[in-house]
């Protein structure tokens, strides 16, 4: 879901699509809408804090929180706090970002694709450490804060769930080794917003993304079934999720190919929130 709606709409649709029973709502971590930089826009870790407060159930996440704006301590310490606000309901999403609208209007300096996958490696390792020990040693070139510690632990144990956002190899054995869930989405790596896969195409990258997820996690001495794995529905920004019968036969396809869970975007023209709600009515019992 995007935060471009003034607050009232945006709680009114994820009360509704908690009521509809969705499992988790998803919010993306940016300064501006990076495609409409006129958009009305919310700042995403204030807006999941106050939905932790405003629901009961669905689960709330961002997808994902960017390292170019998050500093990984922080990034741990604000997970753990809405996950106590919400009751153990947080899904902590990280992604290696680069967006150049983020970096133009915070004054940040943008990094190399090297350096932002460097970056991505030791944020997820020192999250990972903070929201499950309390504790890190990391020592990293980019963030060197070994002693750092948390405390309360979150609600939520071994730890908040942690969702890599990747594309590229490098960034799926990340996944692979400490994430708890991975997420994809039909983009070729290094590829641009908008330039969507479709068709078999699709199909092939995501069969070949899954054969290196596979290999990592039994480099790493892991179940692969124990790596969650999700995937963005692009298209469905601006044409909605379709109708019940065609997405239920899109989930059948990509679950074919090993993906477990399916995100789907609110959609931005007004028109299409009835698919939404009969996928919702009508699609999501025969999941």
Do not use: K
Not at 157 to 166: E, N, S
Not at 202 to 227: K, N, T, Y
Not at 264 to 276: M, N, S
Request: glycine share 10%; with cysteine; net charge negative.
């Amino acid at each position: 879901m995007l935060p471009n709606r003034p607050w009232p709409i945006l709680l009114d649709r994820v009360r509704r699509a908690e009521t509809m029973g969705f499992g988790c709502v998803w919010f993306p971590d940016h300064f501006v809408n990076g495609l409409r930089v006129q958009d009305d826009w919310f700042e995403a870790w204030t807006l999941l804090g106050a939905l932790a407060t405003s629901t009961d159930r669905i689960r709330l996440g961002t997808l994902v929180s960017s390292i170019t704006l998050r500093n990984p301590s922080l990034l741990a310490r604000a997970a753990t706090t809405l996950d106590h606000l919400s009751g153990g309901r947080i899904e902590l999403g990280i992604g290696a970002a680069g967006s150049s609208t983020d970096h133009a209007m915070t004054g940040i300096p943008r990094r190399s694709g090297q350096e932002r996958a460097e970056r991505l490696e030791e944020t997820v390792s020192i999250v990972r450490d903070l929201l499950t020990d309390g504790r890190t040693e990391a020592d990293g070139p980019h963030y060197p804060v070994a002693g750092a510690e948390l405390r309360p632990a979150p609600v939520q144990r071994p730890r908040v769930p942690i969702t890599v956002g990747a594309l590229s190899r490098r960034s799926i054995r990340l996944a692979a080794r400490l994430g708890d869930a991975w997420n994809t989405q039909p983009m070729a790596s290094g590829g641009r917003f908008g330039d969507v896969l479709n068709g078999e195409e699709e199909l092939s990258v995501i069969r070949e993304r899954m054969r290196v997820a596979d290999a990592a996690c039994e480099e790493a001495g892991r179940d692969p079934a124990s790596l969650r794995r999700s995937y963005l529905l692009l298209g469905t920004y601006r044409r909605g999720p379709g109708a019940p019968d065609d997405f239920l036969r899109r989930a059948e396809t990509l679950a074919e190919v090993g993906i477990g869970e399916l995100i789907v975007y609110w959609p931005d023209v007004e028109d299409r929130e009835v698919d939404l709600v009969r996928i919702g009515e009508e699609t999501l019992p025969r999941l």
